[in-house]
């Protein structure tokens, strides 16, 4: 799929921009190269770069594309999830909107170079279900940050950003044994999880409270049977998530896996050398405080 680099970013202010760039990324997500249902699989060349959280922190997204070199090389990859729901509001309105825009723009200008995993926080405002962060309700001040922005177009923005929610991929699976997504399943949900979810296009069933989808973005405390399990049933060796604490970036959960956060100041990121294999301890060594990134 060849770069739509003649573009011009969509103003976000525009109803109809908006809600035409969700629907062009929806078919983007749908038609990424390497996609078989809800996994992205890469080939064992070039270069990832895996995030965690974003939550609307718009330094580090900058800092998180300078460290992808995009326009580099079709090689450079990156991988963003759970980049809406941010900590600061605007009388009381979350306009993470805006950021979710941003990165559909991306997907649409780099097609086969940038992925966007499903998330709890997406799936929560996907199905209109309130996420108490701090008090509020996310899902609420989100809803009030698109009736502010786009009026009586609002509806019509709200329906195309669901398409490109539902759209969204669940993981992208790695040739050389990495295995990527916003989080696995907790260890209770195990006995009744299906790893073919992510085999499949998920349907309302599986997006729902009780569902595969559901389970899988909101996993948390996993211990190493739990991944053992699913490397096998996946056919990789490392995991790497976001969506739990990581208060100095990174945190290691048993002997594969890997919590990563980009959404607050000691946020990092981590480069993967798709030609070569890693333990724990080598991925580990790859991260990249994000404070150290110059703009």
């Given at each position: 799929?060849?770069?739509?680099?003649?573009?011009?970013?969509p103003d976000?202010?525009?109803?109809?921009?908006?809600?035409?760039?969700?629907?062009?990324a929806?078919?983007t997500?749908?038609?990424?190269?390497?996609?078989?249902?809800?996994?992205?699989?890469?080939p064992?060349?070039?270069?990832?770069?895996?995030?965690?959280d974003?939550?609307?922190?718009?330094?580090?997204y900058q800092?998180?594309?300078?460290?992808?070199?995009?326009?580099?090389?079709?090689?450079n990859?990156?991988?963003?999830h759970?980049?809406?729901?941010?900590?600061?509001?605007?009388?009381?309105?979350?306009?993470?909107?805006?950021?979710?825009?941003?990165v559909a723009?991306?997907?649409?200008?780099?097609?086969?170079?940038?992925?966007?995993?499903?998330?709890?926080?997406?799936?929560?405002?996907?199905?209109?279900?309130?996420?108490?962060?701090?008090g509020?309700?996310?899902?609420e001040?989100?809803?009030?940050?698109?009736?502010?922005?786009?009026?009586?177009r609002?509806?019509?923005?709200?329906?195309?950003?669901?398409?490109?929610?539902?759209?969204l991929?669940?993981?992208?699976?790695?040739?050389?044994?990495?295995?990527?997504s916003?989080?696995?399943?907790?260890?209770?949900?195990?006995?009744?999880?299906?790893?073919?979810?992510?085999?499949?296009?998920?349907?309302?069933?599986?997006?729902?409270?009780?569902?595969?989808?559901?389970?899988?973005?909101?996993?948390?405390?996993?211990?190493?049977?739990?991944?053992?399990?699913?490397?096998e049933?996946?056919?990789c060796r490392?995991f790497?998530?976001?969506?739990?604490?990581?208060?100095?970036?990174?945190?290691?959960i048993?002997?594969?896996?890997?919590?990563?956060a980009?959404?607050?100041?000691?946020?990092?990121a981590?480069?993967?050398?798709?030609s070569?294999?890693?333990?724990?301890?080598?991925?580990?060594?790859?991260?990249?405080?994000?404070?150290?990134?110059t703009?």
């Open positions: 799929m060849p770069h739509d680099t003649t573009r011009p970013q976000l202010h525009d109803a109809q921009a908006v809600t035409d760039l969700f629907r062009r929806e078919q997500n749908l038609q990424t190269p390497g996609r078989v249902g809800a996994v992205v699989n890469l064992d060349t070039g270069r990832l770069l895996m995030t965690g974003l939550h609307d922190n718009a330094q580090n800092r998180l594309l300078k460290l992808a070199r995009l326009d580099e090389t079709r090689d990859r990156i991988i963003l759970e980049v809406i729901h941010g900590p600061d509001l605007v009388n009381g309105m979350d306009l993470s909107i805006r950021m979710l825009a941003r723009a991306l997907k649409c200008r780099y097609p086969d170079q940038v992925h966007v995993l499903q998330s709890n926080h997406e799936l929560a405002q996907l199905r209109g279900e309130g996420i108490l962060k701090e509020r309700n996310t899902i001040s989100f809803d009030d940050g698109v009736d502010f922005l786009f009026g009586h609002a509806d019509a923005v709200r329906d195309a950003m669901n398409g490109y929610l539902r759209s991929p669940l993981a992208v699976r790695c040739a050389n044994g990495v295995f990527l916003h989080s696995i399943p907790s260890n209770s949900k195990m006995r009744r999880f299906d790893p073919a979810v992510i085999d499949r296009v998920p349907s309302e069933e599986d997006l729902s409270v009780k569902g595969d989808v559901y389970h899988m973005v909101w996993g948390r405390n996993q211990n190493q049977a739990t991944a053992d399990t699913l490397a049933a996946w056919g490392q790497v998530m976001g969506h739990q604490p990581a208060e100095m970036g990174f945190e290691p048993g002997e594969t896996m890997l919590v990563l980009s959404d607050h100041n000691h946020g990092v981590l480069p993967i050398d798709l070569r294999t890693y333990d724990q301890e080598q991925l580990i060594e790859a991260i990249v405080p994000l404070a150290g990134v703009l």
